[in-house]
Nanobody, 121 residues
């Protein structure tokens, strides 16, 4: 019913920037909170940042002041601007969203497939 598609990952040198996008599609009625998580090899998935439907944001301490999260509700899309990237930011980045969808307007949490971000010289 609902798909989340991430894009924008890639290989970048330390200090560089990337912009991730997460676009939701399907039988969407409304989207509540959205967020980005990441998982590095051998580590558990961790929260990067979240944004409410009204645009309030929260960040993990490790990315505060370097990452900026925004959303375009008209396009059902969320963006993560990542600046001053460090090798420890290397991970697969996943987006999620709390979406009300379908003919019965059920609220469910959806996840994207993930996009690889690699920071290396």
């Amino acid at each position: 019913q609902v798909q989340l598609a991430e894009s924008g990952g890639g290989l970048v040198q330390p200090g560089g920037s990337l912009r991730l996008s997460c676009a939701a599609s399907g039988s969407i009625v409304s989207i509540g909170a959205m967020g980005w998580y990441r998982q590095a090899p051998g580590r558990e998935r961790e929260l990067v940042a979240t944004i409410t439907s009204g645009g309030s944001t929260k960040y993990a301490d490790s990315v505060k002041d370097r990452f900026a999260l925004s959303r375009d509700n008209a396009k059902n899309t969320m963006y993560l601007q990542m600046d001053s990237l460090k090798p420890e930011d290397t991970a697969v980045y996943y987006c999620n969203a709390a979406v009300t969808a379908g003919p019965y307007q059920r609220l469910s949490l959806y996840w994207g497939q993930g996009t690889q971000v690699s920071v290396s010289s």
